[in-house]
């Protein structure tokens, strides 16, 4: 703090240590003479004519006696005075040292020092002062310290100063100051008292430090705390806490409502892999600009108050991105429910426009979930959490679609919750099993290969793919799914090899999902596994459908290459389902197409899905591929598909998917057929 004096300026007495030496020494120059004087009066006045001593004893002493011992009093006493004068000349060195250690230690100081006495007049200024806010010593000593104190800082800097007399102790104080420049710093201010020897204080020591950039580093510490880097909107922790100072704001008032908005960008990872994280970070700001200038009137952006610790005002609403391509709205003061469904529509539709970034023009779309204020919710997370739930269902509707939560998405999600924790634990458990679906020739009904499906096996019994599969696949566990049931399934391959010989040997298909296709080093992963079960790469079928083949035709055919390169054999599964280009497709190094069963079940009844069959065997063959198809369930579907030179199939006709031990049984049985059918015609045939 500053000296909070008005009066004008004053000479500078000296320092109080220095005033008391050399008021003592004065005083002991006085006494050390007039004593001198009196004793040499005395030796004197005993040599005047006249002067006779009484003739008593004591002073019947010779005048020489008396005059030696009044000469010796004067040598003592003027020896005492020699050394009370070095004393106090000792004691004045040492004051003018540490003046010295002082001025020295002042005015290398970067914290400005002042020295104030017990009415506030200035008594020293260290030159720090100058350096810091630029004032030199005569513009100080010309105007008072308040003239530069902050307005809204002055009371608080004269009751600290007021205090520190008082008390004796003085409190940290940090105030704004007006630098000479015109700019404002921040100084931390510490004022100690200067005691007095009769009680109370003679002054005040007052230390003040510059933490202008301190505070600047803080205050930027505190906005990157709290607000997004990228767009400069209110990050998640600024949200929850805007959104759960709104729920108190409800709870107290019944009338106040508000809406969360989850907003997510439709197929934005697409836009960012294509054209690089830069062009995807220019969207984002833009995105973030186009929906403050499009929320209304009340939702306006919050922006930081410096200074201020408030609660925001009813009625402003906070446009927040808690990360990647997610931004949030916090609707407050809603006059009906209908109110956000409005904003949400205004919007997507103001997200039409296109946006240009990087000469290409952009057209985005959202996916919106909607959660109102509920008297039931006391945490600020499940509001959040079930506006994006509800937006996660706007996305499986399509793009740019809006749903409001309810609870039955409550619900959904919860048991989705549980579904990811137990199929977790089912990995470690290992509860996963391999269910095979015989592959047979259409020309002769023998078994040629198995396709290999994923069974979870739980105490309460299996489940089936079509309940677990999908989310296996978004959570990535579908990774370690797959690569337990390729080497589980070649082991087994290899034990039914041994039971079973046959020529050609029998077949594995397995299918790649579109997370392991995304995989760098699924080609390397495969392999490894071949090798480790030793199997022969060419009795291996990978499939991977139609629509993953062609998401990245230029990426599918690298991928598959490298497969290729393994040695296995490759299929398009479902196909007829995706959106296949047949020009693309014969550059890919695939072996076969498997028929979606679709196409199969209604072969035998209606005309045109009979001859969609018949051009596509015809259009595979034609590319050098063999057929599979898929769903065979009645004997007039086969026969029509041996018609057409489909060459192999699979479906409940022949078997539905089961397990390795009832795989076996039906080798054993069709071996054994077989090998009766062998030994009879050899014993009908006539003998040479």
Same mark, same amino acid.
């Given at each position: 703090m500053t000296e909070p004096s008005k009066r004008p300026y004053e000479p500078e007495p000296p320092p109080l240590p220095i005033r008391q030496v050399e008021g003592q020494e004065w005083w002991l120059w006085g006494f050390a003479v007039a004593v001198t004087l009196?004793?040499?009066?005395?030796?004197?006045? /005993? @040599?005047?004519? !006249?002067? #006779?001593?009484?003739?008593?004893?004591?002073?019947?002493?010779?005048?020489?006696?008396?005059?030696?011992?009044?000469?010796?009093?004067?040598l003592l006493f003027d020896i005492y005075t020699v050394y009370q004068h070095l004393q106090l000349q000792r004691v004045r060195r040492r004051l003018a040292e540490r003046d010295r250690l002082f001025q020295l230690i002042t005015e290398n100081a970067a914290d400005m020092i002042a020295v104030v006495d017990g009415h506030g007049r200035r008594l020293y200024n260290s030159p720090a002062y100058q350096?810091?806010?630029?004032?030199?010593?005569?513009?100080?000593?010309?105007?008072?310290?308040?003239?530069?104190?902050?307005?809204?800082?002055?009371?608080?800097?004269?009751?600290?100063?007021?205090?520190?007399? /008082? @008390?004796?102790? !003085?409190? #940290?104080l940090e105030y704004r100051i007006r630098h000479k420049d015109g700019s404002w710093r921040v100084l931390e201010s510490t004022a100690s008292a200067i005691p007095a020897q009769g009680g109370g204080t003679d002054g005040l020591v007052i230390v003040n430090r510059d933490i202008t950039e301190r505070k600047r580093v803080e205050a930027l510490l505190a906005h990157q705390a709290f607000y997004d880097g990228l767009t400069n909107l209110p990050n998640r922790a600024l949200l929850l806490d805007r959104l759960q100072r709104a729920m108190v704001i409800s709870r107290r008032h019944s009338d106040f409502k508000f809406a969360v908005l989850f907003i997510d960008i439709d197929e934005f990872k697409v836009f960012n892999d294509s054209l690089g994280h830069e062009a995807g970070d220019d969207l984002l700001i833009q995105i973030a600009q186009r929906l403050k200038v499009s929320l209304r009137g009340v939702d306006t952006v919050s922006r930081p108050r410096p200074g201020k610790d408030i609660d925001p005002l009813p009625g402003e609403s906070t446009l927040a991105r808690p990360g990647g391509d997610e931004f949030v709205v916090l609707a407050e003061e809603l006059h009906d429910p209908s109110d956000a469904i409005r904003i949400s529509e205004r919007l997507q539709e103001r997200m039409t426009v296109p946006f240009t970034v990087n000469g290409h023009e952009i057209v985005v779309t959202a996916g919106i979930g909607i959660a109102f204020s509920d008297p039931n919710r006391t945490e600020a997370q499940d509001v959040l959490r079930d506006a994006e739930i509800a937006m996660y269902r706007a996305k499986h509707a399509g793009k740019a679609r809006c749903e409001v939560f309810d609870n039955a998405m409550h619900v959904g999600a919860v048991q989705r919750l549980q579904l990811e924790?137990?199929?977790?634990?089912?990995?470690?458990?290992?509860?996963?099993?391999?269910?095979?679906?015989?592959?047979?020739?259409?020309?002769?009904?023998?078994?040629?290969?198995?396709?290999?499906?994923?069974?979870?096996?739980?105490?309460?019994?299996?489940?089936?793919?079509?309940?677990?599969?999908?989310?296996?696949d978004e959570i990535g566990l579908i990774l370690a799914i797959n690569r337990n049931l390729l080497r589980e399934a070649c082991e087994q391959l290899r034990r039914w090899h041994a039971l079973f010989p046959s020529d050609p040997p029998l077949t594995f298909s397995a299918n790649i999902t579109a997370k392991q296709f995304a995989q760098g080093d699924l080609a390397s992963q495969l392999g490894e596994i071949l090798q480790q079960t030793g199997m022969d790469p060419r009795l291996i079928d990978l499939e991977i459908t139609e629509n993953i083949a062609m998401a990245d035709a230029e990426r599918s055919a690298i991928v598959l290459s490298e497969l290729k390169a393994l040695g296995v054999r490759l299929s398009i599964d479902d196909f007829g389902t995706g959106y296949s280009s047949l020009c693309r497709l014969q550059r890919f190094p695939v072996d076969t197409l498997k028929i979606d069963r679709t196409f199969i079940s209604g072969m035998d009844q209606d005309i045109e899905t009979h001859e969609m069959v018949r051009i596509i065997i015809m259009l595979a063959h034609n590319l050098g591929l063999k057929v599979v198809a898929e769903g065979i369930e009645k004997p007039e579907q086969m026969a029509m598909l041996k018609h057409l030179g489909c060459e192999m199939g699979q479906g409940y006709l022949f078997s539905k998917p089961v397990s390795a031990d009832e795989i076996e049984k039906l080798l054993t049985s069709r071996f054994t057929t077989s090998a009766s059918h062998t030994r009879a015609k050899a014993a009908g045939s006539p003998s040479d």
């Open positions: 009196v004793l040499t009066f005395g030796i004197l006045s /005993l @040599t005047f004519p !006249g002067f #006779r001593l009484p003739a008593s004893g004591f002073y019947s002493l010779n005048l020489k006696e008396w005059v030696r011992g009044l000469a010796a009093l004067v350096k810091v806010l630029g004032y030199g010593a005569d513009e100080l000593a010309s105007t008072s310290s308040l003239e530069q104190v902050h307005p809204d800082d002055r009371d608080r800097v004269l009751e600290a100063a007021e205090k520190a007399r /008082l @008390t004796g102790r !003085g409190e #940290r924790t137990d199929l977790r634990k089912a990995l470690e458990l290992d509860e996963f099993r391999v269910h095979y679906q015989p592959l047979v020739s259409l020309q002769n009904g023998q078994i040629v290969g198995f396709e290999g499906l994923s069974r979870w096996q739980r105490p309460q019994g299996i489940v089936m793919p079509g309940d677990f599969i999908k989310v296996a």
